[in-house]
């Protein structure tokens, strides 16, 4: 039997003629007819008996239907799949990112959509760029969300527009608590580098090297939110992204920004040979939407 056979079987034997399960499957009478008769004649006997004028199913109907209805469901099961999967209720979202994003905006992101796309299951994980992209290569993430990522062969690029850098101090040691601060003015604190922490940390040093400048490294991360959490304790004062800062604000420090701003990209980056799925898709734009709020 074709599925199309078990469809109108199925349909005929719950309602019990022809006209209601033609009325079912929004199709024509004859329609049904002439699949009942197709199917009967591929099985090699009746499936229904004509008892005045009402279709009686025979015991070989009633032995096949069993089978038959389990089948259906399973159909059932594969239409509500692909309902919800164009309604972009269905599937996963793997997505690798800079530890930053992590604080608020993702997660933020991740709650607002999930309360549209209940059965959206997200997988997160945190990486460094190198990292981040060796998950991309190896497919174990579907999209990984950087700063300033370099450009590569057969990666896609998504822009979300820039953020900016931006420093951190304790207000016990600027008690006056600017609003804005140059890159000369850290030169006269104890300053906390992420000099070796990638793209960010190359931004700086090309800043500071253009200006001819030195700043008192004290201690050196890889980890932005580490060096915010030295300066909470007094440690120094620190450069880090936009995002890292905001979502450790305390009593205890203070976010000033460049005079001369320095700004970097943020992008979504994809393989080339494995286009995003539509729920990918969806989740990216209402990101995009948050970064440009």
């Given at each position: 039997?074709r ?20 009325k ?8 049904v007819?002439?699949?009942?008769s ?44 692909a ?17 930053a ?7 933020s ?6 309360t549209?796309?209940q ?6 994980k945190?990486?460094?760029?190198e ?7 190896s497919?174990?993430?579907?999209v ?9 062969a ?12 931006v ?29 070796e ?28 939110f ?24 305390s ?5 000033a920004?460049?005079?001369?701003p ?15 799925s539509?729920v990918?898709?969806?989740?990216l ?9």
């Open positions: 039997m599925l199309r056979h078990i469809e109108v079987f199925h349909a005929i034997y719950t309602t019990g003629s022809i006209t209601n399960a033609a079912l499957l929004y199709v024509s009478q004859p329609s007819s002439k699949v009942l197709h199917a009967e004649l591929q099985l090699g006997f009746r499936l229904f008996d004509r008892v005045k004028g009402r279709l009686i199913a025979t015991h070989e109907a009633d032995l096949l239907f069993e089978e038959a209805d389990r089948l259906y469901q399973q159909m059932s099961t594969v239409n509500d799949a309902e919800n999967i164009k309604n972009n209720d269905l599937g996963q979202i793997s997505l690798a990112l800079t530890p994003l992590g604080f608020d905006i993702v997660p992101s991740v709650a607002e959509f999930r549209k796309h059965n959206i299951i997200f997988d997160i945190t990486l460094h760029n990292r981040a992209l060796k998950h991309l290569l497919h174990k993430s579907e990984a969300i950087l700063f300033s990522p370099e450009k590569y057969g990666i896609n690029e998504i822009n979300f527009g820039s953020a900016k850098l420093v951190v101090y304790p207000k016990s040691l600027l008690p006056h608590c600017p609003e804005k601060v140059s890159l000369e003015d850290l030169t006269h604190y104890p300053f906390i580098s992420i000099s922490s990638g793209p960010l940390a190359d931004l700086i040093n090309g800043q500071l090297l253009e200006k001819g400048l030195s700043l008192t490294n004290v201690v050196k991360v890889k980890t932005y580490i060096a915010v959490n030295l300066v909470r304790h007094c440690a120094g004062i620190c450069i880090v992204d936009e995002f890292t800062a905001r979502g450790q604000q009593d205890d420090i203070a976010i920004e460049l005079v001369e320095l700004t970097f990209p943020i992008k979504a980056l994809y393989l080339e040979n494995k286009p995003l539509i990918t898709t969806k989740f734009e209402l990101f995009k939407e948050k970064i440009q709020a």
